[in-house]
Structure formats: C-alpha cells, structure tokens
C-alpha cells in the first residue's frame, strides 16, 4: 500500500507503533475520533485538585478534551463535575473561573443548577396567567447538566464523560499508582499557583515528549549540565501493562566531563549559576529516585522533578494546538525554606521554563513539519522496536507502549 | 473578580512630581530599548544587586499564588536568566518590541520611589504574524543610587491568560 492510499484510508503503517502516520497529528476526522473514543471514552482525565476547591460550593472551570466543565464541591463536602453546557441553549452558563456559589444560573434564559448539576428551577415553567410556560410532564431532574464520573485520589480529581469507566485505581494498575501515590500520598495540597501557555502543535507531541527520555539528554542543556536529567544516570521507563500511562525515572549526577558527556553537544562543562539556589534540591521522598514524570493517558503529566511539583494538563484546541496548564502545589505543612525552593526551581518549568521552553518551542517545529507532510511517518526505533521497561534512557519504548494502545483506543487497521 | 482595589495614595510633592515622571519615563524607555534590542548587560545594569523580578499571572496575583513565570531574587539569577536566554534555550529566533505607557507614581519617599504603568509586548517571527505576547502592568519599587533611579523590584503582572508558546527573554 502507499503513503497516499494509507493517507487516503488512515491506515496505520505496518511497523505498527515503531512508526506514527503524520497525518495523525493534522487530521480533523482523528481529532474528532479522538474527541469521541479517547477524551470521551472510558478514560480519566485530570480536572483539577481539590486544594483548588477547599470549601463546601467552592467551584472551578475545568476541560475535559475541549469540552468545558465545572468541577464542584457540594454542601456535603462531595465533589462533582459536570458540563459547562446549559440543556436549554447550549450556554457555557458558569462564566467565572473559580469561585463559591450556591447555585448556577444561565445567563440567557436563567435556567438554574445546583452545585451537583441537578437543573432546580426557571422562570414562567407554569407560564403566565395560565398560558404557556412548560409541559407539566417535563421533569427537571431529566434535565440537567451532564453530569461526569468523578474520581478522587489523596488531592486530584480525575473526570470521564464515559460512566463505563473503570474504577482510577484499576485503570492506573499497580505500578503506576504506586508512583501516583509516591507524590500524592495523602497529605493536604498546597495550591502554589498556575501557568499556561498555547502551543500551536497537536496535543500528542506534548504527551509523547514526557514518555521519551532520549530527547531530554540530548536537547535541554540544563538538565544535562548540572545533571538533573541525563544518559549517563541510573534511569528507566516503566509502564502499565496497557502501555498509554508511563513514568520517566532518574537520579541526579554531577556536573562532571565524562565519556558520556563528552559526546553531548548540549553539555556545558564551563557553565555556572551566579545563583546556584536555583537549582539546589531538598531530598523530600523517599528513595534515590530525584525525578519521576508521570504521563496518565490521556490528558495529564504528574511532574517531579527536584522539589517542583506540578500537574500539566492538555485541553486540546482542535488537532493543531493544545493549551498546557500548569498547576503546581507543595504541601500544607511545608517549611518556609521547602516552599521557597519549589517557587525557585519552578523557574525550570512553564511558557517560560529554563528547561520547557526548549519542549514548548521544538514541539512547535515537529507540527510545523507533520501539518505538511502527512503522507510521512516518524520513525520511532530507538531502542528497537519493543513496548517493554527499560532501565536505561536510550529508548523510545514509551513513546511506542502509548501508540501500541492509541492504536487500538482509536481502532486504526495495520496496513498489511 | 477582575476588580482590583487599590489604596489611593497622596500625591508626591507637586514640585518633584513632573520631574519624577519624566526620570520614570526615561527608565521605562531605557528598559524596553534595551531588551527590545537584547542589550542584556544594559538592562541589567537597571536594577540593584539585592533585587526581585518576577513575571506573573495575573490570576496568581489576584489569589495571593506565589508561582510566578519567572522568579529572579537576586541580580545573579538575573544575569543567570539572560545567559540562558542568550546561549543555552532552544529558541526560534523572534524580535519582540516593548510598549510602555500610563506611568503612574503610586508613593513616592526620600527612600523609595512606588510605581506602576502598563505593558504591551508584541513579537515577529518567522512565518508568523506579529502577535501579542502579553498585555499587563509593571508594578515597581525604586530606589536612587549614585542619583539614578533603580529597580529594586519589579513585577510584569500579565493579564493574558495563555502565553503563545513560550517565554524566552525577560520582558
């Protein structure tokens, strides 16, 4: 089969996920498949932590794909998510972005709901001097928001459209909650703040960026010369058994010319902070591991690296851009000198991050390519063409375990 | 929520006022001239050593958030920033062009001089339109040294809510 038919039919390369169809970084009708089975689909998403919505009607917008909603915390302490979507018109009826409220009205029509979702009430439902006005067979609690699934887990809060999803511990596994539970281990967030950026790119470089290792010891010259991230440390790359959630590990080195940092372009022997306090790190968890990225599929980086703590959520904004927001906290009980530390190294991170600056702007360029040459693919062999861990960084084992499942969450067929 | 109080201050001694403003104005004009043509050392040289520049948004403004996009506590993570964005970031190349305006004197002592006045930063690239990067206010503390007015703190608080892909030089 050739590229073009391939393009034609979006039939999936026969190297299955050693190899990604650029066409599926551009494509409208994938975006919306995607939208549908992935964003849609049985799967959690991240919408928020709790430490944003503290007290009882305390509310928050949130994304779910692109689809908005708000995430709330009722009178009894519970949390819900629903759509931002009045059943009337269609109105994005809560309109601020946080906030405490006892009840939505929709600014149209004033259609109002409960902090659950539940539609409560609108005006003239009887008419008015005996006309008009509502069947008396419409049923208010028919008509509500939609609601969402609603997962809670030690501070995040996880949504899914799909009410088949699975339970978030099961759909995690084993392994992968471990690391989950590794930074959220029961104790109470501090919210430290947001950052977010648009990136003119398909949400999927963004994800894949966090399950390839081999990028970050070539390409970020921080990570590399003062050792945060690099070749030559003890690393690996663990996934579900699914392959779509992984986890990037390693252990900070020294800033020290060596056989492997000798073949490192991007290594700076000669380069010094004038104020290292940007980059000197508590030991905080337990173990040797110093950094520990989390991707869970499909729409959220769990980011440890030092002590910076953050969530980075996709929304997607159609198949070439995606928003990046990110939310980092610490914990309620920090030391002054702990949070100070986070709120420097924080300096790494974000639209304007010493190190993310470099993902932000080369993401960029591969959409720039894969948007006009769709009837290509990447090659994606490092490390042969196996979706098994690996205890090294050489690897794009991860990037190929996400592809191995968004294949099949997607049902593209294998060309022959 | 976008309502901001904000404590009116007394006016600085009328006499010193007009002078005031015009020195600000030069120091405003100075800044952006120097970053727009990436004159690092000279924008440097605008703040003092035991200096704070932070880029934030405004949401974590508002909400008392200490998260900012840049934190620089000390004039060494200044210079650490602008050698970064000199030599080390994987950058497309872009000219950005800063607008200053509405400088306002919020207080003004014999010790430190408190002001504010709005931004508007806008970059070109390759293949793209000129687009804005953020809209938002410096809010500053001066002092004089040497009779120079200098930057002990200041804070770009950005209204833009998203940034368009990132954030490479100091604004």
Redesign the interface.
Known sequence: MDALTRLQERTWPAEGPARVPFWAYSDPEVYQREQDRIFGGPNWSYVALEAEIPNPFDFVRATVGEKPIVVTRDANGSVNAFANHCAHRGVVFCR??R?NARSFMCPYHQWTYDPTGMLIGMPFRRGHKGKGGMDPGFKLQEHGAQALKVAVRNGAIFASFDHAAPPFEEYLGPAMLGYYDRVFDGRELE??????????CNWKFMFENIKDPYHATV?H??LI?FGLFRLDQKSAVEMDETGRHAVLISRRGEQSLNETTRDMT?F?AN?K???P??IEALPEFPGDMTVVMQTIYPNVIVQQQSNTLAMRQLVTRGPQAF?LNWT?FGYKGDTPDL?QRR??Q??LM???G?V???D???I??SQEGAAVYPETSSILEMGGRSTADTDHMVTEAGVRGFYKHYIENMGFDHAG | ?LAEAKAIAPPAPARSAAELHSELGVLNTEYAHALDNERFDDWLDLFVEDCLYR?V?R??HL?G?????????????L???V??ARD?????PRTLRHFIANIRVIEATDAEVRAEANVLIVQTMINRMTEIVLAGFYLDRLVRQDGRLLFRERLCIYDS????????APV
């Open positions: 601020h972005a906030g919210l430290l703040g947001y950052m977010r950026q648009r990136i003119p390409l010259v921080f010369t991007n700076r380069l902070l004038n104020d306090r940007l928003d980092f949070r709120i420097r924080a300096n974000g639209p304007a010493l993310s600056v470099d932000s702007e080369v960029a360029l | 929520m880029v948004p949401e974590n909400l958030l200490p998260i900012a996009l840049i934190h620089c506590e000390s004039k060494g993570m210079k650490d920033r050698a970064a080390s970031t994987m950058a497309e809510l998203l940034i368009p892909t990132s954030l490479v």
